[in-house]
């Protein structure tokens, strides 16, 4: 059993890495745009550039792992990250950095899916598997702790010039030792069908998520331009044609990307429209918490940054805990995360509008977490519970490609709500409002996220040792 939770820390390790770097970064724009006589536009490019290559080829990097093996895919993908990453702490321009965080992006898809996949073979049983996705989400919560604590950590050290170079250097003492270990540890597994890769698909699918996730990020800071409006529509209709070509090749017994088998599961449907709401209503929320606290309160990026710690650390302490109650109470206990995490967002609609010291905002965001962290391991659970061996990989690229877009979209509509709201002069009373009308927002999609949860058999998150 030890070695078995040997070969989850090693595993984790990749998730480490993808979540981390994408909040390491933010604190540190400042820093970049000056050393690198960046303009503004490319800087909205290069944090942008990490989410598109990700997004882009999260399925692929699980058709993959199902093909080619989990264990070699995930490898490869440690070692890109590495270089990429190296490629960006030595960049001496704004594009260099792009490109190399677009890489960087794609190798972050390579291994991501991999996780999910090595996870639900590594714990076929339920008991010990809902331990093991209580870790993923423990994971997450140290990534974005320390992303966002040593962004700023690392920027601000005096011992050298240009410091901001070593929040993408770190990665290397943790990609090293992480690949030595995935090669001594891991088990190798893939789909037991032999099949060839469809690359075709694959060109397809990236061009059409590519075109999609691309429009809303800029949407986020361009607005809904013509070229964005544009890029989107275009990319539905190569959506639209990726999905009529891989239903024929599928009737044809020829090689695919997607098999549409995976929507036959309940649970995945569930699932991933579970994990779209959730994921509108969190990344949303963190995005227009920071424009409050720092332009309608104030705050210093150090103040802000202090406070949304304590959230990661409430999260971190619920995916412990979690595991427990989940095995307890089964979906009973994700209702009541849900419900709690709804009750904290409408006290911050109360409290936030009086004269809130540092200390009660640290408590409710630390509140927030604990329920984030109560929710977030056992969506995925849901979704790939029951979920066969040959099915495991492309699940997880799946899953995780609706997460991001879901968290792209979300900060786009109701960041743009927000900002409607805001009006061209805001004062702090439109921030209040601002910040209102879009907690109400995150309220709804959370009640979309309950009846999903509501509609899950109750034999997928029970205590599975009464049934033995």
Known sequence: MKHKYLKLLVILLGQLLTIMDIFIINVSIPSIQRDLHASHGEM???IAAYLIGFASLLITGGRL??????????????IAFMISSIACGVSVGAGQLVISRFVQGISAAMMAPQVLSMIQ?????????????????????????????????FSS?????????????????????????SLKLLNESKTPVKQSFNAGGVLILSAGLFCATYALTMSEHEGLHF??????IISGGILFSFIKNQKKRIQNE???????ELFRYQNFNLGIVAVSFFFIMLDSYFYILSLFFQDGL???????????????????LASVISVKLILKYGKKALMAGLSFIILILMLQLFLFRMETGFPVFCLLLFLHGLGIGSIIPSLANIALSGMSEKLVGNASGVYNTFQQIAAIVGIVAVGSIFHYFLGTKPSVQQYHNAFSVSLLINILCLIFVVACIFKVPDYVLPEMKNRK
């Open 65 to 78: 792992g199902d093909l080619y093996g989990r264990k070699r895919i995930y490898i490869f993908g440690l």
């Open 157 to 181: 050290l005096t011992v050298m010039e240009e410091p901001w170079r070593l929040i993408f250097l770190m990665n290397i003492p943790i990609c090293l030792p992480a690949i030595f270990l």
């Open 227 to 232: 070229k964005n409006v544009s890029l989107m």
């Open 254 to 260: 020829r090689s695919y990307l997607i098999d549409f």
């Open 121 to 153: 073979i590594l714990f076929p049983g339920h008991q010990e598997r809902t331990k093991a996705m209580g870790w993923y989400g423990i994971t997450i919560g140290i990534g974005t702790v320390l992303g966002q604590f040593l962004g700023g950590y």
């Open 44 to 46: 909205q490019f290069m």
């Open 298 to 316: 104030k705050m210093s990026p150090l103040e802000a940054g202090e406070i949304i710690v304590f959230q990661g650390l409430g999260f971190i």
